[in-house]
């Protein structure tokens, strides 16, 4: 016979496993997390540069955030430390003056919202974080709050919690449907049998369209490669930096052990579910570096440790939650690049949707799915 659960979630990183935490929470606990691979966490959550950040331009997302900041303030001690969240701070700059207007407008919205969020002018920026050059820099902005998570750390521990709480690990499963009935989707087909379940939540990141086109439905969700160059050692770096930002070219940088982190987004990068690292990323950010970080162009790239990741992309850069238009089929995908970040979010909010039919954390409207069928879309200006 069918396996039976309360609710089904495919797929096992940071956003699945955060569902299932604190849908146990609710007493929620008869639920099944499937996962294609053999180990939580081994997705897109794995290749994440881990960074999070209040500093958006929607209130939506800024929501999002500063749940998860406070979730992961409020965890007990034995999951704050694996979570690994250090307030090292975001820092934003730019030599460009209508850029530099924008930015002092992001900061006045944002404050509005309870973002610790500071403007920070050239002199402070040279004298604070002289690592970078900064001789033509207008100035930027600074958030104490922002830092980094482990992204390991984070999706172990919500899943290592589930699991003491009652709920169950189906590794090493692939989804290829979803079993239907009058009342709409009633569970999972998988390659190891049929999982009957009352809910059945799409959390498949990369993945996601094609899990909801086994229910009908079309999610525009679009996977990006995101490629992270490492540079070799640099010991005159200080040991701790925040993420930095150069909003002129896009380029983000953060300490990645002995060396650095290189993150850029390229504009013309193709969809699709390639996640082997181009090697010619290096040439399209080498000049950004020798531009603004011209410090670390001798340490050079440790070809060994760079990697790439998939962003799971929307149109207005926000992600999807809530109902799919498919009775008992839920969507909590399309995080881009932000998923890390409002995991705890999502797992929270899709608890409350879950149990109560309501959100009590955050109001999820702007992440309504019926967005895109209405066009009322909300564009995030900030990704990087």
């Known amino acids: 016979m069918p396996e039976k659960y309360d609710v089904a979630i495919i797929g096992a990183g940071v956003i699945g496993c955060s569902i299932a935490y604190y849908l146990c929470q609710r007493d929620i606990n008869n639920i099944a997390i499937i996962e294609k691979e053999h180990f939580p966490g081994t997705g897109s959550t794995s290749k994440a540069f881990g960074g999070i950040r209040a ?33 090292t701070g975001y820092l934003f700059v730019t030599a460009n003056p209508k850029r530099f207007e924008q930015l002092q407008q992001n900061i006045r919205f944002q404050r509005q919202f309870g973002v610790a969020v500071e403007p920070i002018s050239r002199d402070e920026i040279a004298t604070r974080f002289p690592y970078f050059r900064s001789d033509d820099i207008l100035g930027g902005s600074f958030g104490a ?15 290592s919690r589930a699991l003491s709480m009652g709920a169950t690990m189906l590794s090493d499963t692939s989804v290829i449907g979803l079993l239907k009935s009058d009342k709409g989707i009633s569970g999972v087909v998988t390659d190891r049998g049929e999982i009957i379940a009352d809910i059945v939540v799409n959390a498949a990141g990369s993945h996601a369209a094609g899990i909801a086109s086994y229910a009908g439905v079309e999610v525009p969700v679009h996977p990006i490669r995101s490629n992270i160059a490492v540079s070799g050692p640099t010991p005159e770096l200080p040991r701790v930096i925040p993420m930095t930002v150069d909003i002129d070219t896009g380029l983000l940088i ?58 799971p992309e929307t149109p207005d850069h926000h992600a999807i939650l809530g109902e799919s238009g498919a009775s008992g089929f839920m969507l909590a995908v399309g995080f881009g690049g932000h998923g890390i970040m409002h995991g705890p979010a999502a797992g929270k909010v899709m608890s409350e949707l879950i149990t109560t039919g309501k959100t009590e954390s955050v109001d999820i409207s702007p992440f309504s799915f019926e967005r895109f069928k209405t066009g009322k879309l909300n564009l995030e200006q900030a990704v990087f």
């Open 55 to 87: 500093q958006f331009t929607t209130e939506a997302n800024i929501s999002m955030s500063l749940l998860t900041m406070k979730l992961l303030v409020d965890m007990d001690e034995e999951m704050a430390s694996q979570s690994g969240y250090l307030k």
């Open 145 to 159: 709050r922002d830092g980094f998570i482990d992204p390991g750390g984070l999706t172990n521990a919500f899943y």
């Open 254 to 311: 953060r300490r990645e052990g002995e060396g650095v982190g290189y993150a850029w987004t390229n504009p013309d990068e193709p969809t699709g579910l390639d996640s082997r690292f181009d090697s010619g990323f290096i040439e399209l950010i080498a000049p950004k570096i020798e531009d603004r970080f011209p410090n670390l162009i001798d340490a050079g790239i440790n070809f060994s440790k760079c990697w790439a990741g998939l962003y």
